[in-house]
C-alpha cells in the first residue's frame, strides 16, 4: 500500500520568516502528489498538485513545492509567511487503484 | 458557484442512536468519499464510490454505512455499532477515481456524543 510521511507534526514559524514543510512519500514507478490546507473548522483546499513535467510546481498563497524522485519527496516552501497562514497542512499521494493517501498533517503557527 | 455542501455542521448524538451525514454535490463528479478526521490523526477512509450505486470499504468502514442512489448525493450513516463517533467528518468528491485527480471538499459535520 502506498504511504505518505509528514516528518514534523507542528512547525512554529515568525511572521515574515521563510518555511519548509517537509513531506515523503512511497516510491512507485510514477506518483501523483498534492498539498491542501485546512483552516479551523473547515474542509482542505487544494493547494498545489505534481502531475508530470517540471519538478518546481507554484501553487496558490505564494506557496510552492518541489518534487524530488531521488529522495522521494515533495515538501512544501513559502518565502515569506503570513499570520493568515496558520492552518493544517496535508500531503497526499495517489494510491494507485484505490483513492487519495494522506499524511497525518503538519500544523503551522505563524507568531507575530 | 459548484461545490460540496454537509450538513449539517454539528451533530448531536444520544447513546445507541444511529444518525444520518448529508453530503451533496452540484460538480457532476462522478466519485465521492468519506473522510473521519481525529486529532493528529490526518484523514482516514471511511467509504468511497466511483459511481451511482456502486460503493467500497475504506479503512475504518465498521460501524458505518452509505448508500449512493444519486450522483449527487452520498449519506453517510453512523451507526450505534461505531463506539467512537465523535469526530469531525468530511465528504469529497473527485471528477473520477483516476489517481491524477484531485478531490474537492466540503466544510465537515461535527459528531459529538451526549
Known amino acids: 500500500a502506498q504511504s505518505v510521511t509528514q516528518l514534523d507534526s507542528q512547525v512554529p514559524v515568525f511572521e515574515e520568516a521563510p518555511v519548509e514543510l517537509r513531506c515523503n512519500y512511497s516510491s512507485s514507478v510514477s506518483v501523483y502528489l498534492f498539498w491542501y490546507v485546512q483552516y479551523p473548522n473547515q474542509g482542505l483546499q487544494l493547494l498545489l498538485k505534481?502531475?508530470?513535467?517540471?519538478?518546481l510546481v507554484k501553487g496558490i498563497n505564494g506557496f510552492e513545492a518541489e518534487f524530488n524522485k531521488s529522495q522521494t519527496s515533495f515538501h512544501l516552501r513559502k518565502p515569506s509567511v503570513h499570520i493568515s497562514d496558520t492552518a493544517e497542512y496535508f500531503c497526499?499521494?495517489?494510491?494507485?487503484?484505490?483513492?487519495?493517501?494522506f499524511g497525518k498533517g503538519t500544523r503551522l503557527s505563524v507568531i507575530a | 458557484d459548484g461545490g460540496i455542501t454537509q450538513s449539517p455542521k454539528y451533530l448531536f448524538r444520544k447513546e445507541g442512536q444511529n444518525v444520518t451525514l448529508s453530503c451533496e454535490q452540484n460538480l457532476n463528479h462522478d466519485a465521492m468519499y468519506w473522510y473521519r478526521q481525529d486529532p493528529g490523526q490526518g484523514l482516514r477512509l471511511i467509504y468511497y464510490?466511483?459511481?451511482?450505486?456502486?460503493?467500497q470499504k475504506g479503512d475504518i468502514a465498521e460501524g458505518y454505512s452509505v448508500s449512493r442512489e444519486k450522483k449527487e448525493s452520498f449519506p453517510l450513516t453512523v451507526t450505534s455499532a461505531q463506539k467512537n463517533p465523535t469526530a469531525f467528518y468530511l465528504c469529497a468528491s473527485s471528477i473520477s477515481q483516476n489517481s491524477n485527480q484531485p478531490q474537492h471538499f466540503g466544510d465537515g459535520t461535527r459528531l459529538s456524543i451526549l
Open positions: 505534481y502531475l508530470s513535467g517540471s519538478t
Open positions: 464510490s466511483q459511481i451511482v450505486n456502486d460503493f
Open positions: 497526499a499521494r495517489d494510491g494507485g487503484n484505490t483513492p487519495l493517501v
